[in-house]
């Protein structure tokens, strides 16, 4: 076994994308960390999220920060600015989205436990405060990601990319 070069990491992508076809949505509420922000931006093209919504507070892709984290990642990506969660809880459903929120929160569900919508957008919020109460409410389910250890929560970009991959693994 040996490390895979760059003919041969592109070959493996190539045949993972030709396995599924998704239609995964993020929106980022009030996320205000740009490295936060641009770790998931990268998570999001490597599971080749179709598009994101950032509302609210959220650190915009083209901030210094956030791109030093992104690595470039955000020109394979596509974005709405909403100024409000609401604005964007709307835009969400128009474009035909189930919401599912990622989040510690009373009701909320273990994340390999959740059924999830045929186009899922998934919904995390900032750092410290979690989902606001407009996204929490527009969201079904939500979900949480189950821990083992003392810690009590997750990096919010960390959590996204537990999500994300959980949501595909169900379509391999």
Known sequence: MRNLDGTGLKRLH???RRRVDTDVALLLDNV???YNVGAILRTAAAYRVAH???AGATAPPN???TQKTALGTSRYLEWTTCET???AVRSIHDAGYGLVGVELADGA???H?????ERTCLALGHEDRGLSDAVLEACDPVVFVPQLGRVGSLNVATACGIALYEVHRRLW
């Open 109 to 111: 569900v273990p994340l």
């Open 85 to 87: 969660a609401e604005e």
């Open 113 to 117: 436990g959740a059924t999830f919508p």
């Open 14 to 16: 190539r045949d993972w």
């Open 32 to 34: 205000q960390t740009p």
């Open 52 to 54: 994101l919504w950032l």
């Open 63 to 65: 901030h210094a920060k």
